[in-house]
């Protein structure tokens, strides 16, 4: 989701240039794009018209036409394909603008609802409901949620394609969904522990994110695991416990069926599937990293694969032909910045 040129336009000034960027040079991330292929007209029109994965029968024929070993043809489609992505100065900065926005979003909301009746006593999220005045404060917190939202949906189609595309699809359109319906009937009370729920966790992947990034794995390795922990006691526990037990049955008691209970509630529960979906697999790359001390291959990863990443930072050292017994998934004693993904 780059958002750079939106930010300077509109106020003249570029945190990817004067914050990101400084810090990620700080922390020795190199300002240099990805290892660009071997310029070769055959290859580029056969990824560009045909194929980006080519089976064995087309590699064999390739080889044959071009008098190279197949495992170089290989290693020229890995390339080019790894040319497309964002290098990891981008994917720094990406990550820390969503850490700033995450982080301070969370600060900000909990700030507003911390000293709220409902915060405490979620039957309160029902009194007097529909007549429950909106502050300010609490109108600039659903503003910014919303925009941000629209925002992850839209970049989505632009961000590098991940395997849980539908499943970030489906999670954006609920979201939105819920804010815009609780905005519209006034259950701005409940909505807003529900978006201070999901932001409690989101800064920590960033920041792990961003120490995977410069290679401070275990320091990486610890907020992962953190993260894991907030994110499971959360989405598992206080989001079904204490969410969905006021707006399925607090909300029934108080004031009653009212006509679009059976919509808001099929949303909130769309959303705790997702979350049973993401914590399976945030707990096994999260022991994974326990029991193998690094965290491994994200399985929310990029469609490249982890031996393909090894590739692109091998090939810095040796020709695309030659073979390698360094380990096919390890980058520098580290996993591969693209494993990432956010949440």
Known sequence: MLIEPYLELAFGFSPYRFIAKP???????????PYQAQSNAILEKV??????????????????????????I????????NQDKPPTLTKFCESMWRFTFYLSIFCYGISRIWSTPWF??????????PYQPLTSGL???????LAFYWSLMFSQFTDIKRKDFLIMFMHHLATIGLITFSYINNMVRVGTLVMCLHDSSDFLLEAAKLANYAKYQRLCDTLFVIFSAVFV????????????????????????????WWLFNG?????????????YLIVRIAFKALIRGKVSKDDRSDVESSSEEDDVTTSTKRPCGSSSHNGANRVNGHMGGSYWAEE
Not at 47 to 72: A, N
Not at 120 to 129: E, I, L, P
Not at 139 to 145: D, K, N, S, V
Not at 269 to 277: A, D, K, P, S, W
């Open 23 to 33: 810090c990620a040079l700080h922390v020795g991330i190199q300002d240099s794009g």
């Open 47 to 72: 990824f560009i018209s045909i194929t980006k994965y080519p089976d064995e029968s087309r590699l064999e024929g390739l080889s044959k036409q071009l008098d190279w070993d197949v495992r170089k």
């Open 74 to 81: 290989q290693c020229w489609f890995r390339h080019r394909r």
């Open 120 to 129: 405490w006593d979620t039957r309160q999220c029902w009194h007097s409901y």
């Open 139 to 145: 109108y600039y917190y659903y503003i910014m949620e």
């Open 233 to 260: 006691v959360t989405r598992l526990g206080i989001y079904p416990f204490w969410i969905l037990n006021t707006t399925l049955f607090e909300s029934w008691e108080i004031i009653g069926p009212y006509p679009s």
């Open 267 to 279: 949303l909130l529960l769309t959303l705790q599937v997702l979350h049973v979906i993401w914590s």
